[in-house]
């Protein structure tokens, strides 16, 4: 069974940083591109990055680029993503979910809550 488990949400002042953590287990997840989908309250989900397989390539929606990175140390049967948020701003607050896509079968975590205010 394919797991996906986030950590590392909480409440931050604008300008602050936030580490989210996704642990990825169950098949051979090594071999998938994941990333970070986000949804603010009355929003519809957004997709916020990705990386590739290897780690070699990512991609940011526009308001993250310069102000998050996205990373991932694979094992042998499991996967740890990093999403390295800094400058963050009041409308980056949102449930932020980790994804992937197997076998044409989209599979999420259960969301980590971000809150950025002061």
């Known amino acids: 069974q394919l797991q996906l488990v986030e950590s590392g949400g909480g409440l931050v002042q604008p300008g602050g940083s936030l580490r989210l953590s996704c642990a990825g287990s169950?098949?051979?997840?090594?071999?998938?591109?994941v990333g970070w989908f986000r949804q603010a309250p009355g929003k519809g989900r957004e997709g916020v990055s990705v990386?590739?397989?290897?780690?070699?390539?990512?991609?940011?929606t526009a308001s993250a680029k310069g102000r998050f990175t996205l990373s991932r140390v694979n094992a042998k049967d499991t996967v740890t993503m990093f999403l390295d948020m800094t400058n963050l701003k009041p409308d980056d607050t949102a449930v932020y979910y980790c994804?992937?896509?197997?076998?044409?079968?989209?599979?999420w975590g259960q969301g980590t809550q971000v809150t950025v205010s002061s």
């Open positions: 994804h992937t896509n197997y076998l044409f079968r989209d599979y």
């Open positions: 169950g098949f051979t997840l090594a071999y998938y591109a």
């Open positions: 990386i590739s397989s290897s780690g070699g390539l990512t991609n940011y």
